[in-house]
């Protein structure tokens, strides 16, 4: 069983940055591929950005050279940074684990970007 934790969201101006964090509790943490996902209103929930086991990573075409997702495995945590946000950025962003086909999910956090 895995519990995930996410923070760091706020409101911010365009153009402006943000990091998130995502901790999560249980162990073989480091075996997990990690994503961030988002929800805008009336919208489906979307990958942003993943990362797997090995460090892999992969990007939504949307914020591709804008975010970075990272993971340090000794502190169980995941992290996306956001640089050059934009207001469809603005949505409720998710943590996901995910290991042998079973995924688990944070609570979320808001993210709004507006002047």
């Known amino acids: 069983q895995v519990q995930l934790v996410e923070s760091g969201g706020g409101l911010v101006q365009p153009g402006g940055s943000l990091r998130l964090s995502c901790a999560a509790s249980?162990?073989?943490?480091?075996?997990?591929?990690m994503g961030w996902y988002r929800q805008a209103p009336g919208k489906q929930r979307e990958l942003v950005a993943g990362?797997?086991?090995?460090?892999?990573?992969n990007y939504a075409d949307s914020v591709k050279g804008r975010f970075t997702i990272s993971r340090d495995n000794a502190k169980n945590t995941v992290y996306l940074q956001m640089n050059s946000l934009k207001p469809e950025d603005t949505a409720v962003y998710y943590c996901?684990?995910?290991?042998?086909?079973?995924?688990?999910w944070g609570q979320g956090t808001q993210v709004t970007v507006s002047s």
């Open positions: 249980g162990s073989a943490f480091n075996l997990f591929a």
């Open positions: 996901n684990a995910e290991r042998r086909r079973t995924d688990y």
């Open positions: 990362i797997s086991a090995g460090g892999t990573t």
